[in-house]
């Protein structure tokens, strides 16, 4: 049973794959990290932290790793014995009862399953890791869906087959809460590194003047999953319920919260997209 405000994705995954949004209601967190606050590097008291991420393990019935994000592109293959803290934007399993799981408060979580339920991924796609912006500002030659993508298809090929074309119409997606498009400004060099790998990203900025524009996490997301040949995608549609700055009372958001509280950690928890097999 889980939180009576938590979301549970509306898609037609199969009925061994289970999934989870997380909101900030439901924990044992004071403010300004009230309540439900599972992120460790936010300045929250650990035994908080620890009790919260216990609590969801609790709920779901299944070990969630919680990666290092780095808003980057790497993938990681999760077991058992994938410690808490190991570096990644993105991880895979195919063992029952793991949970990928992906911590935001403003970027966008992505959950990935297949149609026979064999495997399932879960990525952190942040607008520098969603268009493959390295720390530098170098652009990648593929971003993290298309990491994830290519280590989703891989956990499910038959030797000797072609992964793209089989797996591509098998996959289901899940986009969960983030900032929304009336929410995110951002400078035309994001603009720029979106359109450098597909010009066609134009369509999901609005320019607001002085070189600034709004952007659209979620439909940018959406366009470079379909052009991976991702069809079936749910969840957040670019709606204001999806909107993670527009909805203080239940989401957290990093970029409305920080430097609010004057502690020196920008502060606000982080909620956790969950998916894993039953």
């Known amino acids: 049973m889980t939180s009576p405000d938590w979301l549970t994705p509306n898609w037609p995954a199969p009925a061994r794959v289970k999934a989870v949004f997380t909101t900030r209601h439901g924990g044992l967190s004071e403010a300004p990290w009230d309540s439900m606050n599972l992120g460790d590097h936010v300045g929250d008291v650990p035994v908080h932290v620890h009790a919260n991420r216990a609590l969801l393990q609790k709920t779901m019935g299944a070990q969630a790793v ?6 980057g592109v790497g993938v990681e293959q999760l077991s058992s014995t994938t410690p808490d803290g190991t570096v990644a934007d993105a991880c895979v399993t ?6 990928c799981s992906i911590m935001v408060a403003d970027c966008l979580p992505v959950l990935l399953t297949n149609t026979d339920g064999t495997a399932v991924a879960a990525a952190h796609a942040g607008w520098r890791g969603l268009a493959g912006v390295d720390a530098s500002g ?3 030659e593929k971003g993290v869906l298309e990491s994830v993508f290519a280590a989703f298809q891989g956990s499910n090929q038959p030797p000797g087959q072609s992964i793209h074309a089989r797996a591509a119409p098998e996959i289901i997606a899940w986009l969960g809460p983030c900032i929304g498009p009336t929410a995110f400004e951002v400078g035309a060099e994001v603009k720029a590194a979106f359109e450098a790998s597909q010009p066609e990203a134009a369509r999901f900025f609005a320019a607001t003047g002085n070189a600034k524009f709004l952007a659209d996490l ?21 709606r204001a319920e999806w909107c993670t700055v527009g909805n203080p009372p239940r989401f957290f958001s990093h970029r409305r919260d920080a430097g609010k509280h004057g502690n020196g950690f920008g502060t606000t928890g982080r909620m956790a997209a969950c998916v894993w097999l039953a």
């Open 66 to 71: 919680f990666l290092k994000q780095v808003h």
């Open 94 to 99: 195919t063992q029952r009862g793991l949970a």
């Open 138 to 140: 170098k652009l990648a």
């Open 218 to 238: 979620a439909g940018l997301a959406r366009a470079r999953l379909k052009t991976l040949g991702v069809a079936q995608v749910y969840g957040n549609d670019s």
